[in-house]
Nanobody, 120 residues
Framework: QVQLVESGGGLVQPGGSLRLSCAAS????????MGWYRQAPGKQRELVAT???????NYVDSVKGRFTISRDNAKNTVYLQMNSLKPEDTAVYYC??????????????WGQGTQVTVSS
């Protein structure tokens, strides 16, 4: 079955860096857009960054200049390099794919989430 597996979260001091990874596994024929969302306790999940198969990227204003999304299409993997981290970046980060073509057709997928905590 198609699934997304993400990793790389952890505890970091303000100003530090983390790199998140997310790999899509299973029998995959094509992936359109991949991205990262985040959700803090009691708050709505928000878009952080997206990247299309051709390389076009989009970022929420609050992370521009600090975060970089990238993608390895051959490995069906997306990354999020997070630099100059701030306490307000603390959240569970979720990988997303919109959409993946597998044996059952096109569908959206979410990763299990990885915790990022920025604190002194």
């Amino acid at each position: 079955q198609v699934q997304l597996v993400e990793s790389g979260g952890g505890l970091v001091q303000p100003g530090g860096s983390l790199r998140l990874s997310c790999a899509a596994s299973g029998r995959i024929f094509s992936i359109k857009t991949m991205g990262w969302y985040r959700q803090a306790p009691g708050k709505q999940r928000e878009l952080v960054a997206t990247i299309h198969a051709g390389g076009t990227t989009n970022y929420v204003d609050s992370v521009k200049g600090r975060f970089t999304i990238s993608r390895d299409n051959a490995k069906n993997t997306v990354y999020l390099q997070m630099n100059s981290l701030k306490p307000e970046d603390t959240a569970v980060y979720y990988c997303n794919a919109d959409k993946i073509l597998g044996p059952a057709g096109w569908a959206d997928y979410w990763g299990q989430g990885t915790q990022v905590t920025v604190s002194s």
